[in-house]
């Protein structure tokens, strides 16, 4: 847990190696110093964000997997930071789709017919967005790359699914065509990545209608300015800075903080009719642009807006870029005199501009992106410190319950085999009591069974089968003679003995448990004890062979037999002749 708590501290501060998110929540992207363009610092920005945030995404459902299975009985997490987690693993699979849509947006405004397409246009090197005299765009026009290479250009519209010919946007933007979509929709312009270095470095350029027809401003700022990277004001050189275009962007200024705002002075090649007042024109221009975003908007100090203003021909450029593609010079694209001037600044816009939306873009996609995912990695960490915090505690704490119980297993047991030999002795001695009193007692009673059986008021007859029955009453009323006899000398005492020996057990084995456990009442027996005393006359006497023939006390075989004592001899004395038969005494 440790070394997982740590990993993922590493890729969140810094400090391990490969893309990271700072500690103060910025991005510390590892970007090569030796590109070739501006742009492709973002590029190799989005990779690197893109790569920190395939790890963190790991990370995250590692942990959710984590603390799903820990068990809800064990107070290691609620249920509220189980969901937490969960929806951050959520939240950086948006932030993940987000990423992988993200690329550096520039919007063009300004006053119809100023040149904005024409501006887009000579950017892309190619004539694809409707341009001309009066007001040509009717609607939002976005131009992006093509997802795979080598594919087709096509555009899409919110009105009709799938794709459609890119060659329907004349018709669909144009404000001069009967098939017109609103003003605050948008067509999606999908061109071929390779015939654009911008659209191949993830540039997506945003045409508007002229700020000055419609007046839903804020509908626009909302719906296609709020993630813009770089605004792009397009003014007319052959007049001036209106109230409509500063208000624009004083709109802006509210919703978006400093936003980065370029302003090319458009159709600068009208100026070369005039060469005694360029100069003068250009100061003119140059200072009420500058005041305009130092003073009004306060977006750019005095040494930056140099950087922010240009004077350019945006038709001389396309043209230039147009007999470029064909194999001809620049210059044959030339409108007036100071083309090289003229194309030189424009070009000059472009590497300004491309510095600026890379950083711009870099700074307002990834900032935000960086912040939450520092914040999720960060709350993600506490949740795992606080599981192992708790874990370990919880894990001492049982180690410690187990030792005691293990002690007090250990007492137990030893007490309970001690306790046992004492109840063995005792148990013994009480056998051993009553074996005693019972012998004594018992032997008290034989002595007076006689009067036993002078209460024994059967008739008596010779007959056996009588007899029998008489020997079986007689035993039973000598069975239950004595056993009543005995129960009243023995059982009370006996009874009193045992429970006094239960009640030291009890109290004994009370003792051993637990004081939760002593709360229970060990209930004492509900019946009384009784001493069952079964003599069982029957066996006892079952060798008795009763004589009940008459025999003479005092007659000569019994005198005989008196006299000669145990003597094992036979005699045979012949009496009154040898008809009468033979008397046998045996003695």
């Known amino acids: 847990m440790s070394a997982y708590i740590r990993s993922l501290s590493m890729k969140m501060d810094g400090s391990g190696d490969g893309p990271s998110i700072g500690r103060n929540g910025g991005t510390s992207l590892k970007v090569d110093s030796s590109v070739s363009s501006p742009l492709q610092i973002f590029v190799q920005a989005k990779k690197s964000i893109n790569d920190i945030f395939s790890e963190i995404e790991d990370y995250i459902n590692e942990t959710c997997t984590f603390v799903q299975v820990i068990p809800r009985d064990y107070p290691i997490l609620t249920v509220e930071e189980v969901e937490e987690v969960s929806n951050h693993a959520g939240k950086v699979k948006g932030i993940r789709e987000v990423l992988a849509r993200d690329h550096m947006k520039v919007v063009f405004f300004g006053r119809t017919s100023n040149g904005k397409s024409t501006v887009i246009n000579a950017m892309l090197h190619d004539k694809i967005l409707p341009s001309g005299i009066g007001h040509t765009t009717s609607c939002f026009l976005q131009v992006e790359g093509t997802e795979n290479a080598g594919e087709e250009p096509y555009l899409t519209t919110p009105n009709i699914e799938g794709k459609q010919n890119v060659k329907s946007v004349g018709q669909l933007a144009h404000a001069l065509c009967n098939e017109k979509l609103t003003e605050s929709e948008l067509v999606r312009i999908y061109w071929p990545r390779e015939k654009c270095p911008l659209l191949r470095d993830d540039v997506v350029f945003v045409d508007s209608p002229g700020i000055d027809v419609s007046p839903n401003l804020d509908e626009w700022i909302d719906k296609h300015c709020l993630d813009a990277d770089v605004f792009v004001l397009v003014a007319n050189a052959e007049s001036t800075l209106m109230i409509a275009e500063k208000n624009f962007f004083h709109k802006v200024s509210t919703r978006l903080s400093k936003p980065n705002i370029f302003i090319l002075n458009n159709r600068w090649d009208a100026s070369a009719s005039e060469p005694d007042f360029l100069e003068q024109v250009r100061a003119q221009h140059q200072e009420r642009t500058s005041d305009f975003l130092v003073k009004e908007l306060k977006v750019n100090t005095k040494d930056q807006v140099m950087e922010r203003i240009f004077f350019v021909s945006a038709k001389e450029a396309l043209n230039a870029r147009l007999q470029e593609a064909k194999g001809l010079p620049a210059q044959s694209g030339a409108l007036a005199e100071g083309f090289s001037a003229r194309y030189f600044e424009f070009q000059d816009f472009e590497r300004k501009f491309e510095e600026c ?221 040898s008809r009468s038969g033979t008397v046998v005494f045996v003695f």
């Open 357 to 577: 939306i890379s950083k711009s873009a870099v700074k307002t996609k990834f900032e935000q992106h960086s912040h939450r995912g520092k914040f999720i990695g960060a709350e993600t960490r506490q949740v795992l410190e606080k599981i192992q915090s708790t874990s370990t505690g919880l894990r001492q704490d049982k180690i410690l319950c187990r030792k005691e119980l293990w002690d007090k297993i250990d007492f137990t047991d030893k007490q309970l085999q001690v306790l046992t030999h004492e109840m063995k002795l005792k148990i013994r001695h009480i056998v051993e009591d009553v074996e005693g009193k019972i012998s004594k007692a018992l032997s008290e009673e034989i002595r007076r069974l006689g009067v036993l059986v002078d209460e024994f008021t059967a008739p008596f007859h010779s007959d056996q089968l009588v007899l029998n029955v008489y020997k079986k009453q007689l035993h039973g009323h000598v069975e239950a003679g004595l056993g009543s006899n005995l129960r009243a000398r023995l059982s009370t005492a006996l009874a009193l003995n045992i429970e006094n020996s239960q009640q030291e057990m009890t109290e004994r084995m009370s003792s051993l448990l637990p004081a939760e456990k002593k709360m229970v009442q060990l209930l004492p027996r509900r019946e009384p004890f009784e001493v069952l005393y079964r003599l069982n006359c029957d066996n006892l006497c079952s060798d008795f062979k009763e004589n009940i023939g008459f025999r003479f006390s005092f007659g000569i075989t019994a005198l005989i037999n008196r006299c000669m004592g145990k003597q094992s001899s036979s005699c045979s004395i012949p009496f009154f002749g």
